[in-house]
């Protein structure tokens, strides 16, 4: 598979490339397709429920995994290679606890306002960069899980400003680069209103729906059964 990594991307090893589990994949739209889906899956279930342990490394792994777990055999484990980005493998562990108890005090003192907390939380996870890749889409998805979780909304992450021509602005849209076709969006705005998880702003049709959201939706709705 050729991998063409935009900026900011962390570039996988030889090694990790080969722990992807899809057989079918050519190219990097078709693995970012790949993986949103999985997203969405790991998402369904990461806000479908309170996580009392949020702030603890098992939580954190067992969250990588399963937004990632479709796609990467070493979803969920730590990495140990260096990347250009991240502490060195050997500090990963105690500095990720050193976050989630610094978080914990952070929470406990009202140190910061918690949009702040929130945000300093995700930078700093994306700064140690605990996993091979995915550790953008793990940080935000983290923080905004942390700040639910406080009774508050999921930041936008920039979605309105990406969106401007008139697009579904949700949270679902920022994991997709490019902008997903709106059945796929439209597929989670259904299970989680019809699981009554999460308020999402309504979205309006922008396009016809394509494999990927077929792919969405039939992956979506068997989580949802398995659960
Ligand atoms: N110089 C940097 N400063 C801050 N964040 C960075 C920097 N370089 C990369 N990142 C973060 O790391 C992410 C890339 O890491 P990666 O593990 O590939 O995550 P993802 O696959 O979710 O994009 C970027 O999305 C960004 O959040
Ligand atoms: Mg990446």
């Known amino acids: 598979m050729n991998l063409d990594y935009s900026p900011g991307a962390t570039p996988l090893d030889p090694d990790e490339a080969a722990g992807l589990i899809p057989t079918h994949i050519a190219n990097h739209g078709q693995l970012n397709e790949w993986e949103m889906v999985n997203i969405l899956a790991g998402e ?12 603890s490394n098992a939580f954190i792994c067992r969250l990588h995994k399963r937004m990632f777990g479709d796609t990467w055999r070493w979803a969920g484990s730590f990495r140990t290679t260096e990347k250009n980005i991240g502490v060195e493998p ?11 108890e610094d978080v914990t005090a952070q929470l406990q003192h009202k140190s910061y306002p918690l949009d702040e907390i929130a945000a300093r939380f995700s930078h700093r ?3 140690i960069h605990p996993y091979a890749n995915g550790n953008g889409r793990l940080s935000r998805t983290a923080a905004d899980l942390l700040l639910v ?29 490019p902008p997903m ?13 019809e699981r009554g998880w999460l308020r999402q702003s309504p979205c309006r049709t922008l396009s016809a729906g394509n494999s990927a959201s077929r792919a969405g939706k039939r992956r979506l709705s068997l989580f949802a059964n398995s659960e």
């Open 90 to 100: 050997a500090r990963i562990q105690p500095g990720l606890r050193d976050l989630c």
């Open 149 to 177: 979780q406080q009774g508050a909304q999921r930041f936008s992450w920039g979605a309105g400003n990406l969106l401007a021509d008139g697009a579904c602005v949700n949270a679902t849209w920022r994991h997709c680069v």
């Open 125 to 127: 996870l994306v700064w």
């Open 44 to 55: 369904l279930w990461a806000f479908g429920r309170k996580h009392p342990d949020l702030l």
């Open 181 to 193: 076709p709106v059945t796929t969006a439209r597929c989670w705005h259904l299970c989680v209103r």
